[in-house]
């Protein structure tokens, strides 16, 4: 699959919004991702099907939406209705995971499993098979602009040990702390989507900072 980056609208600027996104768009970055959190399954609250709502039909990027939220089932049909493509939910939130996932397919959408830095990779062995993307969190959720966790890495080989051995390939993304000192590195570990929040939109010029993004992968491209 060809990589793909993700710039995170958590960081993006709410009050012009579309002149944000719209150089990303046409840098390069290929997929818009939607932090959505309720203030329970992370301390911090952000956006609802609104946000999808307003894009869908104004881009043609892919709609990701990252749902942090306890009972992630109750949300599937208004983000799938708001035009969502990807729809993630964390391991640690859903007690009925397969099902969510399945719910996700059931709506047109592309289901992802989402982990947190603390919960180890063999969580995810029962639901390898069910979804087409693990979203490896390399922070721990709830807020943008924090710092990279370097054990990332290691848990990356784990995640690729477990896809390697099951009957399905989903693709590894990884959400937090991902700017230009490291995209390369997890690309060359197996990253095919990146999240980029702070490193795309806190600068000045979106636009360059997904270009530069985007060049680094290209340079470690073997
Ligand atoms: O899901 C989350 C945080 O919970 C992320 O998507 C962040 O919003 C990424 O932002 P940066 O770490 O790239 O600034
Ligand atoms: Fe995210």
């Not at 029962?126 to 721990?140: C, Y």
């Not at 993304?173 to 997890?186: F, P, S």
């Amino acid at each position: 699959m060809k990589f793909k980056l993700a710039p995170s609208l958590l960081a993006a600027d709410f009050w012009n919004l579309e002149k944000a996104i719209l150089p990303a768009v046409e840098a390069g970055a290929d997929v818009l991702h939607i932090d959505v959190m309720d203030g329970h399954f992370v301390p911090n609250l952000t956006m609802g099907p609104i946000v999808p709502k307003a894009l869908a039909g104004k881009t043609d990027a892919i709609l990701d939406v990252h749902l942090m939220v306890t009972n992630p089932e109750n949300f599937i049909t208004d983000f799938a209705k708001a035009g969502a493509h990807w729809i993630s939910f964390h391991v640690e939130a859903a007690t009925h995971a397969h099902r969510v996932s399945q719910q996700i397919r059931d709506a047109g959408c592309k289901p992802g499993i989402a982990i947190n830095p603390g919960t180890p990779i063999a969580h995810l062995e029962a639901m390898i098979d069910h979804v087409d993307f693990v979203l490896l969190m390399s922070v721990n959720p709830g807020f943008g602009g924090q710092k990279f966790i370097e054990a990332t890495y290691q848990r990356l080989a784990q995640l690729n040990a477990l896809i390697e051995k099951s009957d399905n390939t989903p693709f590894i993304q990884v959400d937090g702390g991902v700017g230009v000192a490291n995209i390369g590195r997890l690309y060359q570990a197996g990253v095919r989507c990146a999240v980029a929040g702070s490193s795309v939109f806190g600068k000045g010029d979106p636009g360059q900072a997904v270009r530069e993004l985007l060049a680094e992968v290209e340079k470690h491209d073997a």
